[in-house]
């Protein structure tokens, strides 16, 4: 395999050279490192003792942590040969020590804090390490649900959970019955379908935990790109589960865009899309200290401060007006996302942009206000 030495965060990370990402031995995405900037302020906020990058591919992930955060032991997994003796090779060049091999397939290094490099099926070394995880990270291709069982079991019971998805196609509504398989949830198409998608995912992981009789914080959660994140901080008890199970719910929308949504266990009328997620995507204060730490950290990502303030700034309502979506389905004129804003706000209502469109608006004001605005324009 021939490399390249690419730097991200404080990281030297050498990858494998490749014309198309997908046709590399080992997977690196450039893209994702605001993914991973992200990762990083979470971990350095929450400053958890023990952190697994369960799907680690080159390392970039865990060895960031490592060297970007407070965590003290990191573990960085992968199922595949030629990426756990990367991960070998990209630990060694970024710590600066041998490593010690502990086990079968397993190498410690340690240079203040104890990084463990680890090649095993993520499914079966998340099952040996029960309940020993303060954060867990889950970046697989596509959809993450093969891991959430495991991943619930061996994040300790106040610990954080990180999971992408990359199956935006099926969260989305392009492959209906593959959503129904992975996520037994009915999903959307059109303007709403990335934030009911995302609201689906993690609608999911709040069903798999109260098994378990855990319930879910939502800390922060996001679309962008070709993918979703959230990261989600587990609550014990069954009382919690209960709790976060009210938050589940059912999503309709008419041919003229207005929506509405219901919690509840079971749909009441057809139509509907879901079960998902109806509870906030973000906890405020959560979202204020990652822009504060953002604006004085050196991040990797041009965009990852841009993005955060977006995020942070957002008004946490369930969905969403799409100026170009209502004046298509109802012949309105295009009404500038800014002016939008300002008129409802003269009106008395909350109005922010939203990370999930560039044209649209999240809002408390009613379906008719909205359009009201829009056809004032005229
Ligand atoms: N987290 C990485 C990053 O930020 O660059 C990217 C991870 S890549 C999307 C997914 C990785 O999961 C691949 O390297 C693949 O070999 C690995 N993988 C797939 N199935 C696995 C399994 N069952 N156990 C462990 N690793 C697995």
């Not at 900037?37 to 906020?45: K, P």
């Not at 490593?99 to 463990?116: L, P, Q, T």
């Not at 490099?117 to 029960?130: G, I, P, Q």
């Not at 995912?201 to 679309?223: M, N, P, Q, S």
Request: a positive charge.
């Amino acid at each position: 395999m021939e490399f390249v030495e690419m730097r991200e965060g404080l990281a030297r990370i050498l990858v494998p050279k490749a014309e198309r990402i997908y046709d590399a031995p080992v997977f690196y995405n450039p893209v994702m490192a605001l993914n991973r900037d992200l990762s990083v302020l979470a971990v350095d906020i929450l400053k958890p003792r023990k952190v697994l990058d369960a799907l680690s591919a080159t390392g970039i992930r865990g060895v960031r942590y490592a060297l970007e955060t407070p965590a003290g032991e990191v573990w960085l997994n992968d199922i595949s040969e030629e990426a756990f003796n990367l991960i070998l090779k990209n630990v060694r060049l970024n710590l600066g020590v041998e490593g010690v091999r502990i086990g079968d397939g397993r190498v410690s290094f340690r240079n203040g804090k104890e990084v463990v490099a680890n090649r095993d099926d993520a499914n079966r070394l998340m099952a040996e390490k029960f309940r020993y995880f303060d954060f867990l990270d889950l970046d697989p291709f596509g959809s993450p649900v093969g891991f959430l069982d495991t991943a619930l079991r061996s994040v300790r019971r106040k610990g954080v959970l990180a999971v992408t998805a990359t199956d935006t196609g099926v969260l989305c509504g392009a492959y209906r019955n593959a959503c129904l398989r992975k996520y037994l949830a009915e999903p959307l198409r059109g303007e709403l379908c990335h934030e009911a998608g995302l609201r689906i995912l993690i609608g999911t992981v709040v069903r798999y935990a109260a098994k378990y009789d855990l319930g879910v914080e939502v800390l922060l959660a996001y679309h962008r790109d070709h993918y979703f994140r959230a990261f989600l901080r587990l609550k014990s008890g069954a009382r919690n589960a209960d709790e976060s199970l009210s938050n589940l719910g059912y999503l309709w929308q008419k041919k003229n865009g207005e929506f509405g949504y219901e919690r509840a266990v079971l749909p009441k009328k057809p139509g509907a899309h879901g079960p998902l997620w109806l509870g906030p995507l973000k906890d405020e204060d959560f979202a204020r200290r990652m822009l504060t730490l953002a604006g004085e950290k050196t991040l990797a990502h041009g965009k990852t401060l841009l993005f955060l303030e977006l995020l942070a700034g957002e008004l946490d309502v369930p969905f969403f007006y799409d100026t170009h979506a209502l004046a298509r389905r109802n012949g309105l004129g295009v009404m500038k996302v800014s002016r939008l804003i300002e008129a409802l706000e003269e009106l008395g209502y909350r109005a922010t942009r939203t990370h999930f469109s560039p044209t649209a608006v999240k809002t408390d004001a009613p379906f008719q206000e909205v359009v009201g605005v829009l056809k004032s324009t005229r």
